[in-house]
C-alpha cells in the first residue's frame, strides 16, 4: 500500500489485480482525496459483472495479405482466450493451432467486409463458427492453406459446445458481449478485486476473466505515455495455467 501510494504520488498509472481487498482502503481514500476522478474500485459478483470487447481495433489485425497478424496483441489475447476455453483431447498441436488461427481470421475478414465501423461481440464469432465454419468442417471441405480439414483433424462440435457459455445464451454471456464497454482505466488508481471471481464453479472461469482484465489494461497501457505500474497478487494461479502463462511472459517483456 505504501509503495503504490508512493507511485500514485509521483503521477504514475496503478493498476491493480487484487485478491482479498488489500486495497480498499487506498483506494477510498485516493477517490476522496481526487474528488472522484481517481480510486476506482471494481469487485466482481453477480449482480455487478465485469464486461469487456475482445475485439477492440480489429480492423488492425490482419496484414497487407489479409491474415490475422503474429504481432498483435488484440488477436494473441483472443487466440490465448480461446485456447484457454477449450482444448482438444490431443491438446494443441502444431495441426490445430493454424486451423484455429485460420477460423479467427476468417472471421475478421467475414465481419470487416459486412459490418464496417461496427464491433463484432463474442457472441457474434459463435455464430459464425456454428453457421459458416461449422457445415465445411463436418463436410470436410474447411480450407485452412489450401488444406481440406474434417472432423478427424479439429472437433469444431466440442469446441463450439465449449464457448456457448460465453455467448448470449450462456451463463457467462455478460464477459465478452458488450460492443461499447465503459472505461475502466480512466482512473489513475484502479482496482479489480478478484476473490468471488474463484468462488464460481467454473474451474476455467477466473482464469478466462482475469486474462480479459489484463488485456484491458495492456491495451490501455499502449496508448498511455507516462509510467505505469502494474500489480497481480496471487499471480501462480495465473502462471500455473499452460495459455496464460505465455501472455504474463509477454506482457511481461
Not at 498483435?72 to 483472443?78: E, K, M, S, V
Not at 475478421?108 to 463474442?122: A, E, M, N, T
Not at 466440442?158 to 450462456?170: H, V
Request: hydrophobic letters at 40%; one cysteine or more.
Amino acid at each position: 500500500n505504501f509503495y503504490l501510494r508512493s507511485c500514485y504520488d509521483a503521477g504514475e498509472h496503478i493498476f491493480v489485480i487484487d485478491v482479498g481487498d488489500s486495497y480498499e482502503g487506498l483506494c477510498e481514500v485516493i477517490n476522496e482525496e481526487s474528488c472522484g476522478r481517481d480510486g476506482f474500485y471494481h469487485s466482481w459478483d453477480v449482480d455487478h459483472p465485469f464486461s469487456f470487447n475482445a475485439f477492440i481495433d480489429c480492423e488492425e489485425w490482419l496484414d497487407g495479405s489479409g491474415n490475422l497478424r503474429q504481432d498483435c496483441n488484440g488477436a494473441t489475447f483472443l487466440m490465448s482466450f480461446l485456447q484457454t476455453l477449450w482444448e482438444p483431447a490431443e491438446g494443441w498441436t502444431s495441426d490445430r493451432t493454424p486451423v484455429l488461427r485460420e477460423m479467427v481470421t476468417d472471421f475478421i475478414r467475414f465481419w470487416l467486409d459486412k459490418h464496417s465501423g461496427v464491433l463484432p461481440v463474442f457472441d457474434d464469432l459463435c455464430c459464425y463458427l456454428r453457421d459458416v465454419v461449422q457445415p465445411e468442417v463436418l463436410s470436410g471441405d474447411y480450407l485452412c492453406g489450401g488444406i481440406r480439414v474434417g472432423m478427424d483433424r479439429f472437433d469444431i462440435v466440442s469446441m463450439l459446445l465449449a464457448l456457448q457459455p460465453y455467448s448470449l445464451s450462456g451463463g457467462f454471456s455478460f464477459l465478452l458481449n458488450d460492443r461499447n464497454p465503459k472505461d475502466l482505466f480512466s482512473s489513475r488508481f484502479t482496482v479489480f478485486e478478484v476473490d468471488k471471481l474463484s468462488q464460481v464453479e467454473d474451474q476455467k472461469f477466473y482464469s478466462l476473466c482475469v486474462l480479459c482484465i489484463m488485456n484491458a489494461f495492456d491495451h490501455k497501457m499502449r496508448t498511455l505515455p507516462t509510467f505505469k505500474v502494474m500489480v497481480i497478487e496471487e499471480a501462480w494461479k495465473a502462471i500455473a495455467n499452460e495459455t496464460m502463462a505465455p501472455y504474463l511472459k509477454g506482457l511481461w517483456k
